[in-house]
């Protein structure tokens, strides 16, 4: 059985008190407690600070590039269904130029796991805003304060068909590790949008402001409209379990329509790809 040691990769070169820190052990511990080996996993990362996430924690891996870790993700799941696959990222890079993938994914329900760590601005290019950055917010990259609204991550995975939705906060690893183990073992298309103090250039979302002006929401809602309302009333300063529903995912609709009952378990071999190929051919 696999421990906290094992899964540890490449030194992090994180700030310290960066909020990935508890994301990433959020993870392996999720890992761990579910009872998995490094190799029965698959983390897929994109750009900026939360892209490290796939050197830091030991299983396969893929290092993508700006926006792209949820469509190489359902690849990865396509070829080799044993696999868990988890894609993670941050808020600039997945609800900027990797929103559309994120929509589509939701929609699609795909047996995956999507991890975004929400600091509020990009921070490995020293502090612009990003697209979950508030209305007003200031940087010393810019003139003026932030003119635009900011992407609201959560009532968009859930309007757009996400079987399960959660929020999570990097200041809270017990409730974090639970969502994640939740969220892993889920069939389907999983969102766990984490809110990730970044401690160097942003001032305004701090552990402190989270501590103050988070809700915990117990139990997840029966309804879509339910979650939505709740999100709302409270800004998006939630964690827990919001939304979680049985729907049949991706791959297994897609294996009942081929008669493909092979992309069940395995990665996809030669005999397999010419019988989709004949499937289209015919």
Known sequence: MATMKDLRG???TWCPGCGHFSVMAGIQKAIVELGYEP???AIISGIGCSGKVSEYIRSNGFHTIHGRSVPVAQGVKMGNPDLKVIASGGDGDGYGIGLGHFVHASRRNIDMSYIVMDNNIYGLTKGQTSPRSSHGFETKSAAQSN?????????????????FVAQGYAGNIKELSNILKRAIEHRGFSHVNIYSPCVTFNKVNTYDFYKENLTTIEAPFETRDEAIASIREHEGLVTGILYEESRDDFQTKLGTDFDMQSLESGPMDEALLKRVQKKFES
């Open 147 to 163: 003119k635009e609204y900011p992407v609201d991550p959560i009532t968009t995975s859930i309007v757009n068909g996400a079987t």
């Open 39 to 41: 190799h029965e996993f």
């Open 10 to 12: 490449d030194v992090s």
